[in-house]
């Protein structure tokens, strides 16, 4: 009995988030509200509370359902251990267009993040905890950087946080102006042939 109540839990906690998905990407964040969301997913609010403390709380749980998998792998360019640190970055940064591209879901929630989201009132907490995600993943690439300069494969003619920095801007600005506008431009080759411009820059081998 207890093993089907919790799965008949995380069935409802499921539920909840695919409707907030739905809801955040037609209506905004700003534009939803919880009431929204229980009626979209057949529940009551109480239910809502039950598993999260408020809005703010469902969003992130919504996010991290799909961000965090895609960012697995870049996180892990700063571990020492990674013996070829720039074509983890390469591949995994092409994983995550591929992904937006062709995952419907990870497509969905990155357009609610990018475009639909307004981080005032109750989204101020999220503004903040995506900051210092912001700054950590930055962080990481940074020692990516240095490694693989202290390795001869890159000559940096940079700080190593203003490479990263700079990554990190043409990876993400390339995912904003293709959700504006996904039939511009073919996410994945040109997200390919600027990142290997961005290496070649720095010296870095393709």
């Given at each position: ?5 919790k ?8 539920r909840?988030?695919d ?14 509200s ?8 057949g ?15 469902l ?26 640190p ?36 109750e989204?101020?907490?999220?503004r ?28 940096l ?19 904003h102006?293709w959700?504006?506008?996904?039939g ?11 990142l ?11």
């Amino acid at each position: 009995m207890a093993r089907r109540t919790k799965e008949e839990a995380e069935a409802t906690r499921a539920r909840i988030l695919d409707a907030a998905e739905r809801e955040f990407h037609n209506n905004g964040v700003s534009g939803t509200s919880l009431e929204d969301i229980a009626r979209a997913a057949g529940v009551t609010r109480g239910a809502i509370y039950w598993h999260f403390r408020d809005k703010a709380a469902l969003f992130e749980a919504m996010m991290e359902r799909v961000v965090l998998p895609l960012e697995t792998e870049m996180l892990r360019a700063g571990d020492p251990e990674v013996a070829d640190p720039l074509t983890l970055v390469r591949q995994a940064t092409l994983g995550a267009l591929r992904a937006a591209v062709e995952d419907e879901q990870a497509r969905r929630v990155l357009e609610i993040a990018l475009h639909k989201v307004e981080y005032v009132n109750e989204m101020q907490g999220v503004r903040e905890r995506r900051i210092a995600c912001l700054v950590e993943r930055i962080g990481h690439l940074a020692a990516m950087f240095e490694r693989a300069q202290a390795a001869g494969q890159i000559r940096l003619a940079m700080p190593a946080m203003t490479a990263a920095g700079g990554l990190h801007a043409l990876i993400d600005g390339l995912l904003h102006n293709w959700m504006l506008d996904p039939g511009a431009f073919d996410l994945v080759a040109c997200g390919e042939a600027l990142l290997d411009a961005y290496f070649r820059g720095l010296n870095a081998p393709a």
